[in-house]
């Protein structure tokens, strides 16, 4: 093989390599973008599961409160309910006396 021969296989054995390089470099960006693209669906579904599940919690918590809440006043309200009955008859005395008199 002449020198000229040994220089052109040279060259086609680097275009090769080279040819294989880069189809290589596109196929592992190719799969790091996918890769990257699926680790950043899950981030949001994890991010969107976390969410809802925090939603849930202060929605559960806001209705707990409410309902204490409601409690408390329902309570006071029987509370002035009572009061107000016991004072009918005093009231309905007052009345009398000033309607008679």
Request: hydrophobic share 45%; charged share 40%; proline share 1%.
């Given at each position: 093989m002449s020198m000229i021969e040994?220089?052109?296989a040279a060259e086609k054995a680097a275009d090769e390599t080279q040819q294989l390089a880069t189809?290589?470099?596109?196929n592992l960006l190719r799969?790091?973008?996918?890769?990257?693209h699926q680790e950043a669906d899950a981030l949001v579904v994890?991010?969107?599961?976390?969410?809802?599940?925090?939603?849930?919690k202060a929605e559960a918590e806001a209705k707990l409160k409410a309902q204490e809440l409601l409690n408390k006043?329902?309570?006071?309200?029987?509370?002035?309910?009572?009061?107000?009955?016991?004072?009918?008859?005093?009231a309905a005395?007052?009345?009398?006396?000033?309607?008679?008199v």
């Amino acid at each position: 093989m002449s020198m000229i021969e040994e220089i052109k296989a040279a060259e086609k054995a680097a275009d090769e390599t080279q040819q294989l390089a880069t189809v290589e470099a596109r196929n592992l960006l190719r799969d790091a973008e996918d890769k990257a693209h699926q680790e950043a669906d899950a981030l949001v579904v994890e991010a969107r599961t976390k969410a809802k599940a925090l939603v849930t919690k202060a929605e559960a918590e806001a209705k707990l409160k409410a309902q204490e809440l409601l409690n408390k006043r329902s309570l006071a309200d029987e509370e002035l309910t009572k009061t107000a009955r016991e004072r009918v008859p005093q009231a309905a005395k007052y009345i009398v006396e000033k309607v008679v008199v």
